[in-house]
C-alpha cells in the first residue's frame, strides 16, 4: 500500500545542494545532449554553401543546446531561498501607514 508523505517532508529528505540536483537531473541533461548531437549530426555538414537561414538554425541549435545543458543550475538557482530586505518603515513611511489605516476603518 503506498505511504502518503507530505510536501514539506519529502522536501526535507531531498538534498538541495549542487552535487544531489546534478544526480538526480543527469538522465535528462544526457538525453538532451544525445538528442542534439544526433540532430546535428544529421543536419547538412556544408554550412559554408548555405545563407542567412543556416547560420540563423545554427545559433539557434547551438542556444538551445547550451540552454537544455543548463537546465540542473537554472533547476538550483530556481529552488534557492529567497533572500529578503528588511520590511522595516522609517518614522514617515509609518505614520502615513497609520494614516491610511486609520482613513480605512474609520
Not at 538541495?16 to 538522465?27: A, I, N, Q
Not at 542567412?52 to 545543458?69: E, H, M, Q, Y
Request: aromatic residues 12%; glycine residues 4%; hydrophobic residues 55%.
Amino acid at each position: 500500500m503506498l505511504e502518503w508523505q507530505t510536501a514539506s517532508h519529502v522536501e526535507a529528505s531531498t538534498g538541495h545542494d549542487r552535487r544531489s540536483v546534478w544526480r538526480r537531473m543527469w538522465p535528462s541533461v544526457l538525453l538532451g545532449a544525445a538528442l542534439m548531437a544526433a540532430g546535428a549530426w544529421r543536419a547538412d555538414v556544408q554550412p559554408l554553401a548555405r545563407g542567412f537561414a543556416w547560420w540563423s538554425a545554427a545559433v539557434a541549435w547551438t542556444a538551445l543546446t547550451l540552454v537544455w545543458l543548463l537546465v540542473p543550475e537554472m533547476a538550483l538557482a530556481l529552488s534557492a531561498p529567497v533572500r529578503r530586505r528588511s520590511l522595516t518603515l522609517d518614522g514617515d513611511e509609518r505614520a502615513a501607514a497609520l494614516r491610511y489605516a486609520l482613513y480605512h476603518w474609520r
